[in-house]
């Protein structure tokens, strides 16, 4: 079945430190990756996509077949980007995205 | 410009009493609908999504059921709760095909 593993529940940096929210999927298909975030008393939302190839807000995720992973990364963490952070999965067109269990980011100063 | 809205935003339940959560969507026409359950420690786990009225999948076995009166309206149900009902119920919604979901601001449910 597919899967999405988010390794950490917490992850917790300094202000300017670098950022690495780990993603591993099991499928042996081509999938659509895609990170959501959910700031606090905010709805979740769309942070970015594998296929978009985008920056958003200054993070970046690419996909690798091989490790069958879709990390998100930061250079620079700020404090605004402490959220709940979720990596998802469609496995083929009209299905519906499978979630991680989410990894909680707190950025302090 | 579309929009979504759940309700009621909060409830709190006694075992065994019956449950329905409302999901509506404007502006836009035969969307994809789906409601996802987030409770601690368990992540965001889908539920059930539609394609259409009348048109229900559901991903785990489980204690709840979901109906699609219209095309833009989806209820999710139970006629007695459990203690492990307990949680933020999320509904979404995808335009047909597309790979982006819009949620709403959720329902946060507990049973006591």
């Known amino acids: 079945a597919q899967r999405v593993t988010q390794p950490e529940k917490l992850l917790s940096v300094f202000k300017g430190a670098p950022v690495e929210l780990k993603c591993n999927y099991s499928y042996s298909g081509s999938p659509e990756l895609f990170w959501y975030v959910q700031y606090s008393r905010q709805r979740l939302q769309l942070l970015l996509r594998h296929i978009s190839r985008e920056s958003i807000k200054g993070f970046t995720a690419d996909l690798n077949k091989g490790e069958t992973s879709f990390h998100l990364k930061k250079p620079f963490a700020q404090e605004e980007d402490s959220a709940m952070y979720y990596c998802a999965l469609r496995y083929q067109a009209g299905t519906a995205l499978i979630f991680g269990k989410g990894t909680t980011l707190s950025v302090s100063s | 410009s579309q929009t979504i809205h759940q309700w009621p935003a909060t409830l709190v339940q006694p075992v065994g009493s019956p449950l329905s959560l409302e999901c509506t969507v404007e502006?836009?026409?035969?969307?994809?609908l789906y409601w996802y359950r987030q409770a601690a420690g368990r992540g965001l786990q889908l539920l059930f999504y539609?394609?259409?009225?009348?048109?229900i999948s559901s991903e785990v076995p489980q204690n709840l059921s979901a109906s699609r009166p219209q095309d833009r309206q989806f209820i999710l149900s139970s006629k007695k709760l459990l203690l492990s009902d307990s949680g933020f119920y999320l509904c979404a919604w995808s335009l047909p095909g597309a790979n982006v979901l819009t949620f709403g601001a959720g329902s946060r449910l507990t049973v006591l």
């Open positions: 539609s394609v259409g009225i009348g048109q």
């Open positions: 502006g836009t026409s035969n969307p994809n």
